[in-house]
C-alpha cells in the first residue's frame, strides 16, 4: 500500500492512496496514514482510485483517523472511489458517517459547508 501527499491549499491536503487496504496494506500504512491525518486542524481529502479492496481493519483505520480529524475542527472525505470499495463502505454504513463525494472538485466544495 502507497500514499503520496500533495498540499491542495493551507488549510487542505490530499491523500492518494494505492493498493489494497486489506490485513496487510492496512498495516503497512497505519502509523503514516494516522499521522497524516490526525496532526492538525486542516481537512484531508483521501484519493482513493487506485484502492481496489477494502477489508474491515481498512474500514477501521479510516473511521478512526476521520473521528480524530472532526474532533481536531477539521473533515476527512473521501473521493474516487471504485464500485467495490464504494459498496463494501456503504454495506458496512460507512458513508453515513465519512462523507464520500465523486472528486477533488466536489469534496473542496463540501468542504465549504
Known amino acids: 500500500m502507497e500514499i503520496t501527499v500533495e498540499e491542495l491549499n493551507s488549510d487542505t491536503t490530499c491523500l492518494r492512496m494505492n493498493g489494497r ?6 498495516g503497512e500504512i ?18 482513493m482510485s487506485g ?23 477539521g473533515k476527512l472525505i473521501l473521493v474516487k472511489l471504485q464500485p467495490l470499495v ?14 464520500i463525494q465523486p472528486d477533488e472538485s466536489a469534496a473542496l466544495i463540501a468542504l465549504q459547508d
Do not use: Q, W
Open 51 to 73: 484502492v481496489d479492496f477494502i477489508a474491515s481493519i481498512g474500514m477501521r483505520l479510516l473511521l478512526i483517523c476521520a473521528k480524530s480529524k472532526k474532533t481536531r475542527g
Open 30 to 47: 497505519d502509523l503514516r496514514f494516522t499521522a497524516l491525518t490526525t496532526t492538525d486542524n486542516g481537512s484531508i481529502i483521501v484519493d
Open 21 to 26: 487496504l486489506d490485513m496487510l496494506g492496512s
Open 86 to 99: 464504494r459498496e463494501a463502505l456503504e454495506t458496512a454504513g460507512i458513508d453515513t458517517l465519512i462523507s
